[in-house]
């Protein structure tokens, strides 16, 4: 509709124009002396606008030619940022589809335009990586160094790769990095607690777990995992005396010094520094909370001396838990065993042969024969001693 009407107008000008014209008598004389031009008025105007239009169309490419280097320029920048931007997106896809190989090289076109330059560089850094050649991945992360909006960025490439390639020296450099700049999100502590963990600082693992616990951004399970893993590794260190494994001990949250497989760590490790009242503690406290038969070895290990109090509360306490676990071979094994200490032979030869019958594990029917064999020969009843012995020896091969 609108080019009908624009066709109607042009038609109806030229109209106009064509009669105004043919009515138009005037007259133009040009003198240039010695010459004499006469034209009419119609064929001065039409000579006029031609001029002018000619004129218009001559300044037009003059300044065609002055802008022509420019516009070249431009459009070869044009092209060069086209192919770029289209290396760009060829390499992330690339990467996705697990090519790396050919993610790598169109990084390596991208990264020709100074724009794209620092995100090709961490792509190009992943797809070398992935090829097992870290040289190149690190001079990869060299190249993005010198843009300082990607800092963040590639730190967090950087500590996830080292940590993919257990580098935990490297990793936790980026991290250091990372917190010195205040960048302490989730994924950066998630990495941070990959990296620690590699390289066993088990006190740094714990402060970071305990981090991602409060905003829920680890599995319960996990945490648990590595909490054990943690004051085992804190228990274990045989550098420390028993004060200092006291302190410790005493350091790790009362709700967590109740779980067996924590409990089970201390118990052995203050049994070995000879703190044997601490071990039956933890082990009698952690037995309150939830029942665990792992905790029977180191209790039995941590015996008191014949005839004290602390032996009858043990022996007390076993006789209780018996009640409630009349068919456990490593209960009936513990209390054979704190009987045999108070020298209640009747008693410890009846939990050793109940603890033999009941027993799955090899381990378990070893040591109860081997202790029915001592109290045997104890007692000078050698032929059953002898049984025992034979017992614990096939046990101990089987």
């Known amino acids: 509709m609108r080019i009908f009407i624009r066709l109607l107008v042009l038609f109806t000008f030229a109209v106009g124009l064509a009669i105004g014209a043919r009515y138009n008598p005037g007259n133009i004389v040009v003198f240039f002396p010695p010459y004499r031009i006469d034209l009419s008025l119609n064929l001065a105007i039409i000579a006029i606008l031609f001029l002018f239009f000619a004129l218009h169309i001559a300044l037009n490419a003059l300044e065609s030619a002055r802008k022509m280097p420019a516009r070249v320029a431009e459009y070869r920048q044009g092209k060069k940022e086209r192919d770029a931007n289209k290396a760009l997106r060829e390499s992330i896809r690339t990467l996705f589809e697990g090519r790396f190989g050919y993610a790598e090289k169109a990084a390596s076109r991208a990264a020709e335009l100074p724009e794209n330059s620092s995100i090709a560089a961490l792509i190009g850094a992943r797809a070398a990586h992935h090829m097992g050649q870290f040289g190149r991945r690190d001079e990869w992360l060299e190249n993005a160094a010198s843009d300082a909006s990607h800092k963040v960025a590639r730190l967090v490439t950087s500590t996830e790769l080292h940590v993919d390639q257990h580098d935990s020296e490297k990793a936790l450099e980026s991290v250091r ?82 779980r067996a497989s924590i409990a089970l760590h201390a118990a052995v490790a203050f049994n070995d520094r000879g703190l044997f009242d601490e071990s039956r503690l933890v082990v009698e406290k952690a037995m309150e909370e939830k029942w665990d038969e792992r905790l029977l070895k180191p209790y039995r290990d941590a015996a008191a001396p014949e005839g004290s109090a602390a032996l009858l509360s043990q022996i007390e306490n076993c006789e209780l838990w018996v009640a409630e676990h009349p068919s456990d071979a490593e209960l009936a094994l513990t209390l054979g065993t704190l009987c045999n200490r108070q020298k209640l032979w009747g008693k410890a030869q009846r939990h050793f042969e109940q603890a033999i019958d009941d027993a799955i594990a090899g381990e378990t029917v070893r040591e109860a024969n081997l202790k029915l064999a001592q109290l045997f020969e104890s007692l000078g009843q050698e032929e059953d001693a002898a049984r025992c012995y034979k017992r614990c020896a096939l046990a101990t091969s089987l």
């Open 177 to 258: 990095e990372l917190q010195a700049n205040g960048s302490r999100h989730i994924q950066v502590l998630r990495w941070a607690l990959k990296a620690n963990q590699q390289a066993r600082r088990w006190q740094d693992v714990l402060k970071l777990v305990k981090t991602l616990e409060k905003h829920h951004a680890i599995h319960p399970a996990l945490a648990a995992r590595l909490k054990d893993l943690s004051y085992e590794d804190l228990l274990k260190d045989h550098g420390h005396d028993g004060e200092s494994l006291k302190r410790v001990w005493f350091e790790i949250p009362s709700a967590e010094r109740k």
